[in-house]
């Protein structure tokens, strides 16, 4: 009953503006905007009822429901594009005027409210926890607060790449509960190599396809420094996000590339080990390298858990191996809490 309600609700919710969104677009497209293309009042008309009217039906629809408000900013970039394309380019003054300096404003304040939101959940994180807040953890929090579900780990993953990329370059002082897993890895290695390899064969790439087609040319290399962008990132988080044991759960991090909490009362063994596993749907690795990269730490559980990987790919394990720079350190500490657990 209740998801009939909700799913009747969301029906209105959506229903009413894309019914007004498509009774435009027939406006527009009808002999009658012609005749009067050079009429000012109606060309203002049209583009307010896309960038005002439409939102502002959307957002009193929402108001009161779970959908974040800030949704009506993609029904309000829905509406500069239909006008974008369905509007004559004569009748799309007002339009540009929009695009001039209306938008800059609204993403910038966009930018500013998610800043703010980010950091006022850091400081209550560290208020309630009493422990260095993690920037990715606070980043999804407020998400979810802000944005539909469907599309907030795309997005957390896209500003995290680009916050560990080029912004977090303070060093990070670890704690007596973190501990790191880049040194004994090659994984640091692999990934500079392979953005060296990107970058070079981006420049020669780029040279060889400008011959033939300059925008082939400069798409590929696009697309080269984006993923460039996405490794260095992922490089930069490995060093940003250690592994630490907190509130009787063991937080595994591979930076921003996977992640899994462990209640501590699920470990049935944890043990010093490189021996070789089968890796299969109960016996995984942390790291998104898999069988490329060793691992020295290998830890069973009474429970099957979940793995969350890049985009918020969910993998369910039972069995995990990593790699531990203080493997002996890490072991010894995880005892002593399942000890005290006990």
Request: charged share 20%; glycine share 4%; with cysteine.
């Amino acid at each position: 009953m209740n998801q009939t309600i909700r799913l009747n609700r969301n029906l209105i919710n959506f229903g009413i503006p894309l019914a007004l969104l498509g009774t435009l677009i027939l406006l527009m497209n009808s002999s009658f905007l012609n005749v009067l293309s050079q009429n000012d009042i109606l060309n203002f008309a049209i583009t307010a009822d896309l960038l005002l009217t439409v939102p502002l039906v959307y957002f009193l629809l929402i108001r009161k429901s779970a959908i974040p408000k800030t949704t009506v900013v993609p029904v309000m970039v829905i509406g500069l594009v239909i006008g974008s394309y369905f509007l004559p380019e004569e009748s799309q003054t007002y339009l540009a005027l929009f695009k001039t300096w209306a938008l800059p404003v609204i993403e910038i304040s966009i930018l500013l409210f998610i800043t703010i939101k980010v950091r006022t959940a850091i400081r209550k994180y560290r208020t309630v926890k009493g422990s260095t807040p993690d920037f990715l953890d606070a980043l999804k929090t407020t998400c979810y607060e802000m944005l539909p579900k469907s599309i907030v780990i795309p997005v957390v993953t896209e500003i995290a790449v680009f916050y560990y990329g080029f912004i977090y370059w303070k060093k990070r002082k670890l704690k007596a509960n973190e501990f790191t897993y880049h040194k004994e890895s090659g994984t640091i290695a692999l990934l500079a190599v392979t953005i060296f390899i990107i970058a070079v064969e981006t420049i020669v790439l780029h040279i060889y396809l400008s011959k033939w087609s300059n925008i082939a040319a400069w798409i590929l290399t696009c697309l080269s420094i984006y993923s460039g962008v996405q490794l260095f990132g992922f490089l930069k988080s490995m060093l940003k996000r250690p592994i630490a044991i907190e509130n009787g759960k063991l937080l595994l991090r591979y930076g921003i590339m996977n992640e899994t909490v462990i209640d501590l009362r699920n470990i049935e063994s944890i043990e010093v080990s490189s021996k070789d596993l089968e890796l299969n749907k109960e016996t995984r690795k942390l790291s998104i390298l898999g069988e490329l990269e060793s691992h020295n730490i290998v830890i069973r559980l009474k429970e099957e858990n979940m793995l969350t990987g890049l985009y918020g790919i969910k993998r369910t394990y039972k069995n995990l191996t990593l790699c531990i720079d203080k493997k002996i350190e890490f072991t010894n500490k995880i005892n002593k809490a399942l000890q005290r657990q006990l």
